[in-house]
């Protein structure tokens, strides 16, 4: 009997320990069934937070692409409507000798010379005739603007060697004149050879004073007249001249006896500088530039494009890869 005693109290204490171990190996079962899942869950919702900022990225990045397409296109044809101004500038040693085209009306030429480095000698007689040293023409026409009236002009030849400073220096005479104010209207345009070599002078000074514009000197002054030259280009490829002037006035100290009536006319012409203006509109939005930055930005678009679509595909996958692994743990509890 005691024997039999003992083996069944051996046998219930067996027992009891083999339900504690169970039991604990089912806690401890429980226990790392309940929190991996929470951490891969965790994991998992964080990498499609960061995921879904990313797609946030994605359309902003694309809206500023957008935004400089439109903001490039919009440039382009802003700078196609407004060219710029482009100015150059070539030296020269001699110009072209420009026409001076003198409207004396009663007044007479006395004398006309080509002088060098500034240098004008003292004059002889004034108010007599002296040497015309001048290339001349004399030339009659209709009025281009009234076609009725005609215009009596004398045409000289201009200064050409810019190097040496050559002037030229003209006087005039008027014996008497009805006006309150003498004066002697001129007219430069750009080549005095282009003048003589035209069959048809009358309508070559006919264009000369449509395209140009006229100047004045006064009686009893020295008008020193200093020219430069300046070349537009036109949009059809054709090419204007335009004389700019800077003109000083010195007053004649005459001592001459004669009659209040009678007065004197100076004036020199000489070139400013060596230096031909050209002026041109140019364009300044170049295409090429335009369609190069539009490619790179709809490549970065199509780049980002597929970033975001991997980035979907995978969530996606995430997502799938996460619910079978808690449809396993399920039916592994169950």
């Known amino acids: 009997t005691g024997r039999g005693e003992r083996s069944r109290f051996f046998q219930e204490e067996t027992l009891t320990i083999s339900r504690l171990f169970f039991l604990m190996n089912f806690e401890l079962y429980s226990e790392l069934g309940t929190t991996a899942p929470s951490l891969r869950f965790s994991k998992t919702c964080l990498k499609n937070v960061f995921s879904v900022i990313l797609l946030f990225i994605y359309l902003l990045l694309m809206a500023v692409a957008v935004f400089l397409v439109y903001q490039t296109i919009s440039d382009f044809r802003e700078k196609l409507k407004h060219p710029v101004m482009s100015v150059s500038y070539k030296e020269v040693s001699l110009y072209d000798a420009p026409g001076i085209a003198f409207y004396p009306g009663k007044a007479q030429l006395l004398s006309c010379k080509h002088h060098y480095y500034d240098h004008i000698p003292p004059l002889i007689n004034p108010g007599q005739p002296g040497d015309i040293e001048c290339t001349t023409q004399r030339i ?81 002054f020295r008008t020193w007249v200093k020219m430069s030259l300046v070349k537009t280009k036109e949009e059809d490829g054709s090419e204007t ?54 490619c790179g930005i709809f490549l970065a678009l199509f780049k980002a494009a597929d970033f975001a679509k991997l980035s979907v595909k995978w969530m996606i996958k995430i997502r799938k890869r996460h619910l079978k692994r808690s449809r396993q743990v399920m039916n592994h509890i169950n």
Do not use: H
Request: with cysteine; charged share 25%; hydrophobic share 40%.
């Open 140 to 220: 009659n026409y209709t009025d281009p603007f009234t076609n009725q009236t005609m215009k009596y002009a004398l045409v000289v030849q201009g200064p050409r060697d810019v190097k040496k400073k050559e002037l030229v220096f003209l006087q005039f005479y008027l014996n008497g004149t009805d006006q309150d104010f003498s004066a002697i209207d001129y007219l430069l345009f750009s080549s005095f050879q282009e003048f003589i070599n035209s069959p048809e002078k009358a309508e070559f000074m006919k264009d000369c004073e449509s395209s140009y514009s006229g100047w004045k000197f006064s009686g009893g």
């Open 241 to 294: 001249v335009e004389f700019k002037q800077e003109t000083s006035v010195v007053n004649y100290i005459d001592q001459r006896t004669k009659p209040r009536s009678d007065q004197l006319f100076f004036v020199v012409f000489e070139w400013k500088d060596p230096f031909i203006q050209t002026v041109q509109d140019i364009i300044t939005a170049n295409p090429w530039n335009m369609i190069a930055l539009l």
